[in-house]
């Protein structure tokens, strides 16, 4: 059974630092392109980054660009997303998602495999 499990979420104060995990067990994931997502109450779910097996090519939304750092180690099946200089509009459930392909994408739809969510609140 393939399981992506993220963990590293809670509540922080405006311009602190959250290091998200997600481990991936069931299957190897080193060839497809992980990715992170966020949906705030209310709101679609929204891209954040995402990163191809070898870390090479990554692409962030607008919003988090230069304040959020991801990357991966394939030997242990883990993607990470370092949030720095964090703010209340970035509150949110942080979503870590598998790509069915190598290629980054930021289109949902083009990820099959998705973990439960991990809640990030920022408070001002």
């Known amino acids: 059974q393939v399981q992506l499990v993220e963990s590293g979420g809670g509540l922080v104060q405006a311009g602190g630092s959250l290091r998200l995990s997600c481990a991936a067990s069931g299957r190897t994931f080193s060839r497809n392109a992980m990715g992170w997502f966020r949906q705030a109450p209310g709101k679609e779910r929204e891209f954040v980054a995402t990163i191809t097996w070898s870390g090479v090519s990554i692409r962030y939304s607008d919003s988090v660009k230069g304040r959020f750092t991801i990357s991966r180690d394939n030997a242990k099946n883990t993607v990470y997303l370092q949030m720095n200089s964090l703010k209340p509009e970035d509150t949110a459930v942080y979503y870590c998602?598998?790509?069915?392909?190598?290629?980054?994408?930021?289109?949902?739809?083009?990820?099959?495999?998705w973990g439960q969510g991990t809640q990030v609140t920022v408070s001002s």
């Open positions: 998602a598998a790509s069915r392909g190598a290629v980054v994408t930021t289109t949902p739809s083009e990820y099959a495999y």
